[in-house]
């Protein structure tokens, strides 16, 4: 097994470790140093996290019903606040309890598909789902038949040739993105969950990406946003997501990753540092609660997935 910290110029660890951003902190101990969630300085860290400003201004925003903003449809307002709260590793208690709730019951429905009725159009999202799913895995809800049924009906949209559609437009079309967030949901899921045809409901998605040198899917010319690096993603992904996506179920060898491998490598500075070239997009409403990170600087949280991604393709060795 190849050490990974080799192909580093140096380590960021104790960088990432800083107690000024508690988030980062917590997924670092928790990533790149394997502490389990009982782990003191774990703990330490959440609670630290629980009472960061970000945190904060979110939590005081939200309304007596569980959700964010004037227009109270899930849509329009919770689901972009709970994706904040998760991004940041918040755990949550009776006030992401309410806010999920909230949103589970104003957009799953009986048959577990995920919906809504936007410019009175009544549209099934899967990327919104998957989204959902996640969030659902990550607050308590995997005993709950409403998650497996989510599961079921996102699996049973996956088109043949590995992709999710995306319906928002008239004339639906296969989304890499959407299968970026499909991806996203199926590295959560607990390994007594990975049925056969899970197993190869993902295997045909990581194909699509492993056939599509990651980021060239589909016959349009792929956005530059596939190129830049940034964090939180919300919209949109970038080579290194999907390559840290792809990390679990890859060789390190594997002929396919290997020129986007090289392009992320490229990116890193003397000090095992990779930069912020991009903000989330349509993301500006972001910045009332937490500061973005400087272009062009070196990022925390780009370094930490960059870290991350390294680790997981290297032990899967």
Known sequence: MTDWKSFLKDDATEWLLEATNPSVRYF????????????????????????????????????PAGYW???????????????????????GNGDVQRAMEYRMDGGLLPDGAYGYEIKERFMKLPCHGAILLQQMLRWGYRD?????????????????DGAWPCVSKVRPFSCSWATVDVLRAYRDLPAEWMTPQIAASRGKAVELFLNSNIYQYGKGKPSPRWLEFGYPLEWDSDVLEVLEL??????????????????????????????????????RWMQKFFEFEELGQPSKWVTLHAMKMLKTLHSES
């Open 69 to 91: 903003g004037s227009d109270p449809r899930p849509l329009h307002g919770t689901s972009r606040y709970l994706n904040m709260l998760h991004w940041l590793g918040y755990r």
């Open 144 to 160: 709950d038949p409403r998650t497996e049924k989510l599961l079921n009906w996102i699996v049973s949209l996956q088109e043949s």
């Open 28 to 63: 670092t101990l928790r990533w790149l140093l394997d502490k389990p969630e009982d782990d003191a300085e774990v703990v330490a860290t959440q609670e630290a996290i629980a009472q960061s400003t970000p945190i904060q201004k979110i939590l005081k925003r939200q309304r």
């Open 246 to 283: 792809l990390a679990p179920y890859v060789s390190s060898d594997e002929a396919r990753i290997q020129e986007c491998l090289a392009f992320v490598m490229d990116k890193q500075d003397d000090q095992g540092r990779w930069p912020c070239e991009k903000h989330p997009k349509g993301g």
